[in-house]
């Protein structure tokens, strides 16, 4: 089998998940119709659409989590229909998931959810994976005394934030956020959007972020994608679908509630 | 495209020059671990650390080659990091090397943990018995409170309950009593033959099932299988704030969840104690039919003398007090489930333990009670 090692051949740019005519329905409901969506190396995509649409779906299916109907996901140029179970687990050895509760393992303190990953996968000491899990438990901004809590010990903000340092225990690629910042303060939920912009550069991540919070589709996204009835109704930059004409996302982006957010922020400028 | 992980080490004039090559992340882990070992047994005043050939770098391979780094500056050496690219300065800024240590551990004493757990458990147990009490309390004060508003009581609620203890346990408990009927009458038989007295068998199947052996077996059928249910209900209720939901809207959850379930019980075990009680005497009159050639005509004929009515009240009257035993444990034990998982697991575990000793040892009570007022 050939290795997959997309960080030794990835460039800013290369399409890293590429969606193509995908459907998926469950029993006779047609929840994505024929869907196309691209995520590039090193951005950071925000993915909206109204509740219920199929968001979580697509994330799902790209995870291979939901089945899928027909259509094609292929994840580093490859088709993960056609690979097989070992090279299905090779590559989602390059996802980290971040689940919308945190999907913390209840039983394990924090230090042992971290390391879960790392015990499946990586055949390192247990000194080296306990310094490994502390770094990640550094970089997303947790005190060292939380890695010996339980789970429910901690406040939601520090279960995101759990959650996320067991996402990026293996240094993934890409990684998948269902609404990050839903039940954080605004407080939290800044710098938990400024932690995945630092990460994003450090670490040279791709992020498929599925939010509906308006500041961090402001700041944080280099493009957002929007889900209607099944398709992909609009994609780009934040300032080219501020003008769309399409009803659902003139409400979405003119509403009472996003004027007084677009007045505040300025709209990240891609680099 | 995968190339090896590894270095090449040049020493000159007490200057090392480490050229690192390959990709070192994550998915190499194992080779990448042992690799910066080897960066450690570098000797040398000054050593570079020269990252310009080097494939790929993430956290975890940032990390070991600055821990390799520190370790040689410990060591002595000047080891700095050469040549990295602005991407790589940012990893390696952000995976700087620092101790985790968190000091020494405590030692720990075999001895006096023995005597730590045998207090916790102590303390534990008379917990259990004040919680049990304190909530017994709670219940008899609601129940009174719904006998003075018997508008609030949840009718509904009450008969739904008896269908899912009672009416669902009914083929289980017919069985097992029927079985246990059936093995005491074979017993009884081939033991008492050896003396010619086989027919005191009936005596024996009649006393001993109605006395003791259909309410225990029921209490501890139900103890497992509605005891659990309450307490895995109650539970995940609470773990999901759905009964702090009901105290918010002002309803008592006591009155709401627990008093329903409690009276159902009580009214559910003599019910399902009656059934018990026919179902053995039934298998004991098949067996020693066919097994002890023992007629029917003469099993019941003898089982008329050998029993009287306080016999067959004896099992009925313990069983409403089983039924309470195993509800009050099943509901504590339920709300004291915690935001985990396995505390769930744990309580519901415990629920069935406690409730099964619980039943074993009102029925201990009961026997001397009984013995004492020759009942």
Redesign the interface.
Known sequence: ME?I?P???GKAGDLIVQVKELVVGFGEKIILDHLNLDVRRGEILGFIGPSGGGKSVLTRAILGLVPVRSGEISVFGRDLAGANDAEKQAIE?HFGVLFQQGALF??LTVRQNIQVP?RE?????QG?M???A???LE?VGLP?DAADK???ELSGGMIKRAALARA?A??PDILFLDEPTSGLDPISAGEFDELIMTLQ????LTVFMVTHDLDSLYTACDRVAALGSGKIIAEGPISQLLTSNDPWLHTYFHGKRARAVAEARPAKVSV | MQSEIGFSRDTFDGHASLVLKGAWTASSATALEQQALELEKSDGKAVHIDLGQIGALDTAGAWLIDRARARLVAKGAAATIINASEAQKILLEEAKYRSFDTGPQAIEWPVVNFFVDVGATVVGAGRDLYGGVEFLGRFMVTLGVLVRHPKQFRFTSLVAQIERIAFGSVPIITLINFLVGCIVAQQGIYQLQKFGAAPFSVDLIGILVLRELAVLLTSIMIAGRSGSAITAELGSMKMREEIDALQVMGLDPTAVLIVPRILALIISLPILTFLADMAALFGGLLTAWVYGDIGPEVFLDRLQQAIALNTFMVGLIKAPFMALVIGLNACVEGLAVGGSAESLGQQVTASVVKSIFAVIVVDGLFAMYFVAIHY
Request: glycine content about 6%; aromatic content about 6%.
């Open positions: 290795s090692e960080k030794a051949v050895r209840s039983a790392m996968y990586m055949g390192i000491s080296l306990d310094e490994l502390m770094l990640k970089l060292r339980y789970p429910s990026l293996l240094d550069r450090t670490l040279g």
